[in-house]
């Protein structure tokens, strides 16, 4: 038997698991939110707290937040789940022609297993051919199957390819700060080095390239070496819109020094500035031209966010380009060990790529969910912007797209004082003192990652319209409560 430390076997604790698990956390299922699942217990078993009802802000995860799912997928998906559907007399009343033919086709691709039997670990191949037909009526550039691997989640998209890029503790991933958790939880768990870079919050959190070339500059003072640029766009938790001629910027500092992009677009349908749009790195890269076919990309797409909102599903893609051939066969290795991804997730993400279109029996039902979802998510941003704007000391860049605020917050020192008491920071109590007064579930920052000095908090924007006054009525009263009880 292999020995460890000089012993044969040793007894499991909490002492001697893995340092790298030790080292990872992942602020939006912290310890508040813990809390909060505690809260939601008392709750039901008749405790009183100042508020009736719990409101979990502090994830993307818009339908339990009580968005309606999209008619057209939960229909197909219904059939594809229980196929009889598809010959019971009942579902030609029940269900549109275009629904009918399109569950058919899924089922058909599936072969007789449908939705219970394991796929092609790159996903179902029609619905990576869905999925590259979205692709190219975005991009206006070809998409081939062969380039996509339909995934649980962007998530599980990070992770295989932070597996393939780390290799030790001097591999390191140039990482926004603030960034979405996942990127620093992975790279701890593969044992790797996370290097943060600040998008100028002054300037709407846009990605100074000048900046970039410091940070890379002392990250090889430090003996690191950098295998890629990770990029959020539309910004988890900023909601900064990257403009295209930032991308460009980007492109060609990844080219100068031989990284690796992940470009993470899963709010690329998230844009509610009118002056903005959003523009894929793919289609940036392609439209550089040939000079630019030796940068590596990692594209990637959920079906969590957007107006479709199923992260239970657990669907997304990622494209991968610019790809030498013994990376993508490491890259399908190390999918194959995970088997496939979700069968019911690569069906929804190929519809989500590949909706109804005009002319088609579901389209106008379709395109009014999805446009008042759309709708909705803009007024939505507005009024939190607005609200936090009113706060006093607090200050919410514009919300330009994704799901979130990342407002700042300045704190009296009185509330640093009693943080400091008690081990945690003052955005920690502010968060917590709101839950425990409002009910409202947010994010303290640094959990984030955040510039030195600076103190900020997330909360989504997804409190659905009837709600979404009341929650900033708490939260008025809230912050007006805490800043008297700790200036005094």
């Known amino acids: 038997m292999p020995e460890a430390n000089g012993l044969a076997s040793v007894r499991l604790t909490g002492e001697n698991i893995s340092p790298h698990v030790k080292k990872a956390e992942y602020a939006v299922r912290g310890d508040i939110v813990v809390r909060a699942g505690e809260i939601a217990k008392e709750l039901k078993a008749g405790k009183k707290f100042p508020f009736s009802d719990l409101v979990m802000c502090n994830i993307g995860n818009p339908q339990a937040l009580g968005q309606k799912p999209v ?5 197909v998906l219904a059939i594809c789940d229980y196929p009889q559907l ?42 990576r ?12 550039h070809d998409c081939h ?37 996942l990127y620093s939880a992975a ?24 900046h970039l070339e410091d940070v890379l500059a002392q990250s090889k003072k430090d003996g690191l070496c950098i295998r890629a640029l990770a990029v959020i766009t539309p910004g988890n938790p900023t ?98 060990i995970n088997l496939c991804s979700n069968v019911n997730g690569q069906i929804c993400t190929a519809m989500v790529m590949n909706p109804p279109k005009e002319g088609e029996e579901s389209y106008p039902l379709y395109k009014k969910e999805r446009d008042g ?6 007024r939505r941003a507005e009024m939190i912007e607005g609200v936090l704007n009113e706060l006093e000391g607090v200050t919410c860049t514009s919300i330009d797209g994704a799901l979130y605020a990342f407002p700042s917050i300045q704190l009296p020192e009185g509330a640093f004082k009693k943080a400091k008491e008690i081990g945690k920071t003052g955005e920690w109590l502010y968060c917590k003192e709101m839950l425990e007064n409002t009910g409202i579930v947010i994010v303290p920052g640094n959990g984030f990652g955040q510039a030195d000095g ?14 979404i006054e009341s929650v900033c009525d708490r939260m008025r009263k809230f912050h007006k409560e805490f800043l008297s009880k700790y200036k005094n």
């Open 71 to 75: 008619t057209f997928y939960r229909q």
């Open 86 to 127: 598809l010959d019971a007399p009942e579902s030609q009343k029940l269900f549109p022609p275009d629904v009918l033919k399109r569950a058919k086709e899924y089922l058909d691709a599936t072969g007789s297993g449908g939705t219970g039997a394991y796929t092609h670990s790159q996903g179902v191949e029609l619905c």
């Open 129 to 140: 051919e869905h999925v590259a037909k979205g692709i190219k009526e975005r991009d206006g």
């Open 145 to 181: 199957v062969d380039d996509l691997y339909l995934t649980e989640g962007a998530s599980g998209a990070v992770k295989n390819i932070l597996q393939i890029l780390i290799r030790n503790e001097k591999d390191a991933i140039l990482i926004p700060f603030p960034q979405y958790p």
């Open 187 to 210: 790279i701890a768990l593969l044992g790797g080095t996370v290097v943060p870079y600040y998008p100028d919050e002054n300037k709407g959190w846009q990605i100074d390239p000048s």
């Open 239 to 336: 909601g900064q819109v990257i403009p295209r001629s930032n991308i460009e910027e980007l492109i060609k500092f990844s080219k100068n020094h031989d990284l690796a992009v992940i470009a993470d677009e899963v709010y690329q349908v998230n844009v509610y500035n009118s002056s903005m749009k959003f523009d894929s790195f793919k289609k940036t890269i392609r439209d550089m031209g040939s000079d630019y076919d030796d940068v590596p990309l990692f594209s990637l797409q959920s079906i969590s966010k957007g107006y479709y909102g199923e992260c239970g599903r657990r669907g997304g893609y990622m494209e991968i380009i610019n790809i030498p051939a013994d990376v993508r066969a490491a890259m399908y290795k190390v999918a194959s």
């Open 373 to 378: 979802l759309l709708d909705s998510l803009k």
């Open 454 to 467: 600076t103190h900020h908090f997330r909360t989504t924007i997804l409190p659905q319209e009837d709600q």
